[in-house]
């Protein structure tokens, strides 16, 4: 069982920047593909971006150039580095980890770009 817990969510202001990180514990994590994935009110969960445990990371059109998603499998870290940020990246930010079969999901964290 992998237990995710996410951090770095809050408030900012349109074009602003922020880092949101998920911390894994529980399984052997570089086994682990990481994404991150958001949910807007009213809209069906997204993905947003991957990091698989080798190879090229991938992101949804809306945040290429604007977003990268990083890992460190020595402290079990994946993160999501969020810039030029706009009102419509408001969401509920889930970070998932997937094996195989197996899917785990943090309780989210909530971003909101606004003025």
């Known amino acids: 069982q992998v237990q995710l817990v996410e951090s770095g969510g809050g408030l900012v202001q349109p074009g602003g920047s922020l880092r949101l990180s998920c911390a894994a514990s529980g399984g052997i994590f570089s086994f682990y593909a990481m994404a991150w994935y958001r949910q807007a009110p009213g809209k069906q969960r997204e993905l947003v971006a991957t990091?698989?445990?080798?190879?090229?990371?991938n992101y949804v059109d809306s945040v290429k150039g604007r977003f990268t998603i990083s890992r460190d499998n020595a402290k079990n870290m994946v993160y999501l580095q969020m810039n030029s940020l706009k009102p419509e990246d408001t969401a509920v930010y889930f970070c998932?980890?997937?094996?195989?079969?197996?899917?785990?999901w943090g309780q989210g964290t909530q971003v909101t770009v606004s003025s």
């Open positions: 998932n980890a997937r094996r195989t079969t197996q899917e785990f």
């Open positions: 990091i698989p445990s080798g190879g090229r990371t």
